[in-house]
């Protein structure tokens, strides 16, 4: 497993690494410490398993960083770890790309929780947004039905548009994203659903009674 850990204080990043080891007995950690290193180092290495990256680091704005990113290297899941606790940088994040965001004030095991739920496909919501439900938020996440599906208001969005049967380079283009980014978001529903294709998308679409008028 090759995982890059990007923040721009090497203390930091050394007691990182070594709860990132727990990982397993084979993980190997690339550093970088602003953006245009982060951006080096993920193209000289395409077998990266996993990005790690401080949310607000010299060289970019932060949310252009991850955009930036997402842009670049769109098969490559990003995680921002950060002390920023603002719930508007977390939906900002994850409505950019981010599959997760995790507080530097966390557990090292919720960090890896994270790190274990980013790898297996899924997406980590930091505590502070649970139960922050603002609909006319475009970053915000919505309950969809009873049984617990939760999505972000950009992914009802592909949702709806994927359940019309458009394909994902039209999807991106009618939402102004990369296509990279729209296939993350059709993992990330499909993780949420418990489904692995669109056809099963659409079936548990209608078992959970999601109601995607207006959306």
Do not use: C
Not at 53 to 65: C, F
Not at 126 to 153: A, C, K, W, Y
Not at 200 to 214: I, P
């Amino acid at each position: 497993m090759k995982i890059l850990l990007a923040d721009d204080h090497p203390l930091f990043r050394e007691g990182v690494k070594h709860v990132l080891m727990l990982l397993g007995d084979e993980v190997k950690i690339v550093d970088a410490h602003d953006y245009p290193t982060l951006f080096a180092e993920a193209a000289a290495n395409p077998d990266l398993d996993l990005v790690l990256a401080d949310l607000y680091m010299p060289g970019m704005g932060g949310h252009e960083g991850v955009a930036e990113f997402r842009n670049q290297f769109p098969d490559t899941p990003l995680v921002i770890m950060t002390a920023s606790e603002s719930r508007a940088d977390a939906r900002r994040a994850l409505a950019s790309g981010a599959l997760g965001y995790v507080l530097k004030s966390s557990p090292s095991q919720e960090m890896l929780d994270a790190l274990i739920r980013v790898l297996d496909g899924g997406i980590y919501v930091p505590p502070i947004l649970v139960g922050d439900e603002q609909p006319d938020d475009p970053f915000s996440l919505m309950p969809l039905s009873n049984q617990g599906i939760r999505l972000t208001h950009r992914q009802l969005e592909v949702l709806k548009l994927l359940l019309q049967g458009k394909p994902n380079k039209i999807i991106a283009r009618e939402l102004d994203l990369s296509e990279g980014t729209v296939k993350i978001h059709v993992a990330a529903i499909f993780k949420a659903l418990g489904v692995s294709n669109r056809t099963e998308a659409a079936v548990a679409a209608q078992r959970f009674g999601l109601n995607l008028a207006g959306a």
